[in-house]
C-alpha cells in the first residue's frame, strides 16, 4: 500500500512540474518569441518599400495600408501560394489579376509573373484595392472585407441584413471576414507609427526647429520658397493609373451600386480569395 502511494506521488510531483514547464514555455512563447515573429514580418514588407510606396501612389491610395494587406496575406512573401491558388505577396487570385492587368494596360500576366514580379503584384493589388474603396465609398474595412471574401459575397451579406453596419453589428466578434479586415487596419497603424514606409511630413514644427538649429549653428542655407511650399503641401498627389471604365455613381455607402447576380443568372466573374479559406457563413 505504501508502495503505490509513492509511486502514485510520484506522478503527480512529475505532473506538477510538467505543468509549470508548460506554463512557463508559453509565457516565453507569448512574450519573446511571438513579438519577434511578428516584427520579422514587419521588417521583411518594409524591405518592399519602394514598390509598396510606388504602387501605392500609383492607383492613390495610402501605402500603410498596402503594406497591411502585405503583412497579412503572405507576411512580406512574394512567393507565397495558398491552397485555394492566390499568389504571390498580395495574394492576388489570377483572373482577378489579369482583369486589374487589363484596366492597367499591362500585358496579360502569367502565374509566374505573380509569383516572380511583387511590383507586379503590388501594382496589380493596389489597383484592386483602389477599386474596392471607391465601390464601397471609402470605408476601408468593407473594402478590406471585400478583398478577403470577394466583393460579391460582401454585397449578399450587405443587401441580406439592408446596409453594412448592420451586417457589422450581427457578425462582430464571429466573422473570420471581418475580423481580417481589422487586423489589416491594426496593421496599418502599426507601419504608420514605425514610419518606415512613409516617413513623417516635414511640417511647419518641425521644419522651424531644424531651421533654429541651423542657425544658431550657423549652418542655415539660403531659404528658398519654393522647396518650403512644396514640404509643407497637404496636397494627396492625384492618381497616376488609369481610371476605371464605368466609376460608380452611387451616393448611398450602405449598399454598392453594382446589381448583384438575380438567383439562377450569372455568377460574378472570380475575385481574390484569402489564403485561409473562410467560413461559408459571413
Known sequence: MGRRRTKRDAWIHRLFW???LGLALWFSFERVVRPTMSSAGYRRVET???LIVAAAGEAGIDA????????????????????????GMFQLMLPTARERA????????????LLRDPALNGRLAANYLRWLLRRYSGNAEAALCAYNAGPGRVDGWIRARGSYDAWRAERAGESAVLAYAQKVLHFRDE???????????????TAQGAKSQADEAGTAPPQNPKSSRALNSSVDPEPTGPVDPAPDKAQNPALPPPALPTEGGPSEPPKHVDPAPVPSGP
Open 18 to 20: 510538467l505543468g509549470v
Open 48 to 50: 518592399y518599400r519602394e
Open 64 to 87: 500603410n495600408l498596402l503594406a497591411g494587406v502585405a503583412l497579412a496575406e503572405s507576411s512580406g512573401r512574394p512567393e507565397a501560394v495558398s491552397s485555394a491558388g492566390a499568389l
Open 102 to 113: 487589363a484596366l492597367l494596360r499591362l500585358p496579360e500576366p502569367s502565374r509566374d509573373d
Open 191 to 205: 507601419f504608420a507609427q514605425r514610419a518606415v514606409i512613409v516617413p513623417p511630413p516635414v511640417g511647419p514644427s
